[in-house]
């Protein structure tokens, strides 16, 4: 453990106080010592290499206070819809309010009120799937609360379910440890929208979620993932993704700049059948740093998984991208197939990119692949030799770059505000709002 570990990890008790029953205890404890053993992850370590967390593990965050601070409302404001979606909010990790089911046949939760209603379910999942390492211990050894999601055997929801996540930092730099875990039983069907949106401006906030999702056979979920990254916001999150046979898992992942963002996401079909879509776009700007590593696991025969991610980088932005795809010896028949194309659009941003496979059986279709590159010099000259200026041509190339995977986002509103956002971070980005 380094000295620069030190300041985040004087958070982290030797003895969690127990809280809730004691698999609960056991689980934080198991996970604080295993953060103490380790510490947190250094450039030595291969998967870390390009996203150095000392400003994050040096800062002297404190938990977040027992009451919403007052603002927390103007914060999320530019995350609703309108009203369309019903929403749950997550102020600093914990429940803003009464954490009620929004819609028929789905049940939500906090998961205290899990723990005291419904801990089966919630045991059979909660430190189930997720990696008891690095930020995901931390998560373990310190969330307060957070949400339980339980979608009943064979309902199928068309409304997507709204979860905002606002750290709102106050008058000292602020840690939010969100848990969020799922459960769609066998047949059921959900669309979830998560938005992750902090302060702009004043003192430093690291948000560290955690979320589980349990796929039980034939279960369907579409996952939509908005991170709007502040310069004074660190966000560090891992997604597990457990799926059963015939099940299906989309993740539409959005993460607009933040000064440092990175996003584990892993997936494992341990059922024959199941299917995967990994969708994802991310811009950096000025120093921006996102990183994405996604690893999808096709454990059983006949399943198929599809992983495109596109990116766009302006300024001194820094991009990191590190996909894996294993497919195991006896996943025969499988198809697997991954992508991440990357827009340079400054001559001083950076992009990582290593997408691999890893393949042990002989019946199966895969491919894997990596572009980095500029405005195409001919599709400009195209446009402005039929009239279109300079930087309105400039703008639509860049936002056609990424339309085809907004396009794919089911949801029309959430679609149409991600376009929006998009626009807004780009250069004269107005200009190509016609494409929306």
């Given at each position: 453990m380094t000295q620069a570990a030190q300041t985040l990890m004087d958070r982290v008790p030797e003895a969690p106080a127990p809280r809730g029953p004691g698999w609960l205890?056991?689980?934080?404890?198991?996970?604080?010592?295993?953060?103490?053993?380790?510490?947190?992850?250094?450039?030595?370590i291969e998967a870390w290499r390009f996203t150095p967390v000392d400003p994050v593990v040096r800062v002297?965050?404190?938990?977040?206070?027992?009451?919403?601070?007052?603002?927390?409302?103007?914060?999320?404001?530019?995350?609703?819809?309108?009203?369309?979606?019903?929403?749950?909010?997550?102020?600093?990790?914990?429940?803003?309010?009464?954490a009620a089911s929004p819609m028929p046949g789905v049940e939500v939760t906090s998961l205290a009120e899990a723990l005291d209603k419904d801990v089966e379910a919630l045991r059979a999942h909660l430190g189930?799937?997720?990696?008891?390492?690095?930020?995901?211990?931390?998560?373990?050894a310190l969330f307060d609360d957070g949400l339980f999601v339980r979608v009943r055997q064979g309902q199928a929801l068309e409304t997507p379910l709204h979860i905002v996540h606002?750290?709102?930092?106050?008058?000292?730099?602020?840690?939010?440890?969100?848990?969020?875990?799922?459960?769609?039983?066998?047949?059921?069907e959900l669309r979830l929208v998560e938005s992750y949106v902090g302060e702009e401006g004043g003192q430093k906030h690291l948000t560290s979620p955690v979320t589980e999702i349990g796929l039980e056979r034939g279960a369907v979920v579409d996952h939509?993932?908005?991170?709007?990254g502040a310069q004074t916001g660190y966000h560090v999150a891992n997604l597990s993704v457990s799926?059963?046979?015939?099940?299906?898992?989309?993740?539409?992942?959005?993460?607009?700049?933040?000064?440092?963002?990175?996003?584990?996401?892993?997936?494992?079909?341990?059922?024959?059948?199941?299917?995967?879509?990994?969708?994802?776009?991310?811009h950096?700007?000025?120093?921006?740093?996102?990183?994405?590593?996604?690893?999808i696991d096709h454990a059983e025969p006949r399943c198929s998984s599809q992983e495109t991610y596109r990116g766009l980088l302006s300024g001194r932005g820094h991009a990191v991208f590190d996909g894996t795809i294993a497919v195991r010896k006896h996943a025969q028949q499988s198809s697997a197939h991954q992508e991440n194309r990357n827009l340079l659009l400054s001559d001083d941003a950076?992009?990582?990119?290593?997408?691999?496979?890893?393949?042990?059986?002989?019946?199966?279709?895969?491919?894997?692949?990596?572009?980095?590159?500029?405005?195409d010099d001919s599709a400009l000259f195209y446009l402005r030799a039929r009239g279109v200026g300079r930087e309105h041509a400039e703008a639509m190339l860049t936002y056609a770059f990424v339309k085809e995977v907004v396009d794919r986002i089911p949801h029309a509103a959430s679609r149409q505000r991600i376009g929006r956002a998009l626009l807004s971070r780009l250069p004269h980005g107005e200009a190509a709002a016609e494409l929306e």
């Open positions: 205890a056991d689980l934080r404890g198991r996970a604080a010592t295993a953060l103490r053993e380790t510490g947190f992850p250094h450039k030595k002297p965050f404190a938990g977040p206070p027992a009451e919403p601070p007052a603002g927390w409302e103007a914060i999320a404001e530019g995350e609703l819809t309108g009203g369309e979606l019903p929403t749950i909010f997550l102020v600093n990790g914990r429940p803003a309010g009464q189930q799937h997720a990696p008891s390492a690095y930020f995901s211990a931390l998560n373990a606002v750290t709102a930092p106050g008058a000292a730099p602020v840690a939010a440890y969100p848990r969020i875990v799922v459960a769609a039983e066998p047949g059921s939509l993932r908005v991170v709007r799926q059963d046979q015939s099940s299906s898992y989309s993740s539409r992942s959005v993460v607009l700049g933040g000064a440092l963002t990175r996003i584990d996401l892993d997936v494992v079909m341990k059922g024959e059948g199941a299917s995967c879509t990994l969708d994802g776009i991310y950096v700007d000025g120093k921006d740093h996102v990183d994405h590593h996604t690893f950076t992009i990582h990119t290593k997408p691999h496979l890893q393949i042990d059986a002989d019946d199966v279709s895969c491919s894997h692949g990596a572009t980095i590159g500029s405005l």
